[in-house]
């Protein structure tokens, strides 16, 4: 059995369309859309609205961790239009078009925070199943798959916001996890709070990770746990006890999937 697994496709449907070549299954942990293109300042949601200098001083103020007054920025553009939310689902809509028509059969997809999962049964065909706090079996093994990311403690969820990722606090997440019981094959956006695993070395901070998967892998010992979210990680792989964790890889750059065989 040979399943493909890819997350962070961020807008590549062309690598995505052949994601699955070879393989009797594929596997998508999230992040399909593209909302700010850190490579081309001119692609992406916010380039193709406010064009590449100002997604470029956007992401300066990220690239030296001003994260305050990159958001206080970003929401200050999005302030001088009016009708900011409807020209966000409108691009959402489109780019969900295009990744879910260049999905192969059979396909597996959960979610993750760049992405607007209640959009998400519009656009799956019958090819596609979308599982969040849900297993299937594939190939004898279960698989069981969580998505979303972590909320930051104490952090707010803005309504109104244009647009609002998918972040669910560590208690939700939790449920989540709980829900699919023993697997063999864990799936995740986000990785298990392991330091190796969470540390961002290009971005040069620590992704919150879940502690909750980590439990669930110390406690059920599944074969293998997959996840991104991380892109450019300190590690890409990790063992914790008997189970392999990995990073499948930033999807969008690599256009490579990472292969699971059995």
């Not at 493909?4 to 062309?14: I, K, R």
């Not at 999905?103 to 019958?126: I, K, R």
Request: proline content about 5%; hydrophobic content about 45%; overall charge negative.
């Amino acid at each position: 059995m040979r399943v493909h697994v890819v997350s962070d496709v961020h807008g590549n449907a062309e690598a995505l369309a052949r994601a699955g070549e070879g393989a009797d299954a594929l596997v998508v942990l999230g992040d399909l859309i593209d909302f700010v293109d850190y490579h081309d300042h001119g692609g992406g949601i916010m380039g193709r609205v406010f064009g590449a200098e100002q997604v470029g001083e956007f992401a300066r103020l990220r690239r030296e961790r001003r994260h305050n007054a990159a958001a206080t920025f970003a929401r200050e553009l999005w302030a001088g239009l009016d009708d900011a939310a409807d020209l966000v689902e409108e691009a959402v809509r489109e780019q969900y078009k295009e990744l879910f028509a260049a999905m192969t059969a059979p396909t597996y997809a959960t979610p993750g925070n760049v992405d607007l999962p209640e959009l998400w049964p519009e656009f799956a065909g019958d090819g596609v199943r979308v599982l969040d706090g849900d297993t299937t079996e594939i190939g004898g093994l279960r698989f069981g798959f969580v998505g979303g990311a972590v909320l930051p403690s104490g952090a707010v969820r803005r309504p109104g916001a244009v647009f609002r990722p998918y972040l669910r606090t560590q208690e939700e997440l939790a449920v989540g996890v709980a829900a699919l019981g023993p697997v063999d094959v864990l799936c995740s956006h986000v990785p298990p709070d392991v330091p190796e695993l969470t540390y961002d070395v290009v971005a040069r901070r620590v992704e919150l990770g879940s502690t909750a998967l980590l439990a669930a892998i110390t406690a059920h010992r599944p074969r293998w746990a997959v996840f991104g979210h991380v892109h450019q990680p300190l590690a890409v792989r990790a063992r914790v006890g008997r189970t392999e964790c990995a990073n499948v890889g930033h999807f969008q750059r690599s256009g490579r999937p990472y292969v699971l065989r059995w």
